[in-house]
């Protein structure tokens, strides 16, 4: 039938003006009571309302990425990076640059010295948080980065790119959540492999002590 297709459209677009407002309605007082900063829309809601930003804000998903940070412990302060440089190696736009420290011998250390990203080029993959073998770059969920000047405003320096790792936790519930179980499950085997070492090393300690004794009975 002629124009079947277009009555198609109108009535889902009709649909959805619909539920917008149904859903307005059922949310009043809530959404609009809401601190206005941190305007909730979780996904599975049906109608669509519009966000005065900057003064009104979505909740974002913790999947959401923006540009990377690099993450130190919270609890010792200490850099996670090792400058293993494989962030910079697997990123596609090549906007990762990383100087290693190294000692007065000239022995290189395992963190950097010097860590810029040019965020004006990246463009967002995760690739540098996925590959990172130290969980410590991970991306940012920061989104307003808007500066006047592109260089140096938008290559930003290890100053302007390391959080706690509390941080990462806040904004990766989650990932966090998962990351620590695996952390105690590495605990829990280094621990249990160490303790079958040392109960090795004291068998092979009490083996060499009887044998020695029987060396001595055997001499006298
Ligand atoms: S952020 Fe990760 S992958 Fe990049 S240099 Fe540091 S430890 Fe290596
Ligand atoms: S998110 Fe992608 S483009 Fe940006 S620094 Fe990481 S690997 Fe490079």
Known sequence: MVGKGILRGLTTTARHLLETYLDDVKKIPSRYAYDRHFIKQPLEEKGIFTIQYPEERRVLPERFRYVPMLLYDADTGEDRCTACGICAKVCPTQCIWIVREEDKTGKPLPR?????????????????AEFCPFDSIKMNHDYEIAVYNRYPDLVLSKDDLVVPTTYYAQLYPEAWAAEERAREEERKRKAAREKALAAKRAAKAKAAAKKKDEQKDAGK
């Open 112 to 128: 950097s010295q010097e860590f810029y990203i040019d965020i004006s080029i990246c463009m967002g993959c995760g690739f540098c």
